[in-house]
């Protein structure tokens, strides 16, 4: 096999996992919003947190919630 058949199909490969990777993200925020579970992200280092109804904030609105483990 030449090594750009190689290429090829390694791109094809990582192209299909980004793109199963990508869907269960997606699903995993859906999730997490009708839950009422922030989905957290991390923008040039600074964490950001959206809130289920949608609204963007830097504050953790998790820090106050006691662990289901305490």
Excluded at 7 to 34: D, F, G, S, V
């Amino acid at each position: 096999m030449r090594q750009d058949e190689l290429n090829l199909e390694t791109y094809k490969w990582a192209h299909e996992m980004l793109q199963i990777a990508n869907r269960a993200a997606k699903k995993a925020q859906e999730e997490n919003r009708k839950k009422g579970i922030p989905n957290v992200y991390d923008i040039n280092g600074h964490l950001y947190y959206e809130l289920p109804n949608g609204e963007l904030t830097k504050e953790d609105p998790m820090k106050n919630v006691e662990s289901a483990d305490a």
